[in-house]
């Protein structure tokens, strides 16, 4: 099981939230698969891409809305991981009969959290912790 710690956190619960969820789906699909409800598992990732796009787009109005520099550039990173998403929704197609399928969706969904989390979001951590209002930083704005 996976865990986001402290350090990764953007410190605004919107975004939080949204990576904590994403990470139990992440979770539960990892546990399908190692499971061998490989049917439960090809249902979850449709969920998970789904989650991530209104992740992606809450994540961007957010950074405009309090005027982020780099929002273009975060945008187009978005941008780049639809790819990733559908070869995840590619391979969910093939768990049920292939092992190297659950194997790959099971490194994809790792690299895109952590794509996602740790490489692109703590480059706007500083500037959201000072640009957004606690109750932005405590619900869903």
């Known amino acids: 099981m996976m865990e986001i710690t402290r350090s990764f956190e953007i410190e605004?619960?919107?975004?939080?939230?949204?990576?904590?969820?994403?990470?139990?789906?992440?979770?539960?699909?990892?546990?399908?698969?190692?499971?061998?409800?490989?049917?439960?598992c090809a249902r979850l990732v449709p969920d998970f891409v789904a989650l991530a796009k209104r992740h992606f787009a809450r994540e961007e109005a957010l950074l405009a809305k309090n005027g982020y520099p780099g929002v273009e550039?975060?945008?187009?990173?978005?941008?780049?991981?639809?790819?990733?998403?559908?070869?995840?929704?590619a391979l969910a197609e093939r768990?049920?009969?292939?092992?190297?399928?659950?194997?790959?969706?099971?490194?994809?969904?790792?690299?895109?959290?952590?794509d996602d989390v740790i490489n692109e979001d703590m480059d706007?951590?500083?500037?959201?912790?000072?640009?957004t209002s606690p109750a932005e930083k405590s619900s869903d704005g």
């Open 73 to 89: 550039k975060h945008r187009k990173h978005h941008a780049s991981l639809e790819d990733k998403m559908n070869t995840m929704l």
């Open 12 to 40: 605004v619960e919107m975004i939080d939230s949204d990576h904590r969820r994403l990470l139990d789906i992440i979770n539960e699909i990892t546990q399908a698969i190692d499971d061998k409800r490989e049917a439960e």
């Open 95 to 114: 768990v049920v009969e292939s092992a190297a399928a659950r194997d790959e969706l099971k490194k994809e969904l790792i690299f895109f959290l952590m």
């Open 124 to 131: 706007f951590k500083s500037f959201l912790v000072n640009a």
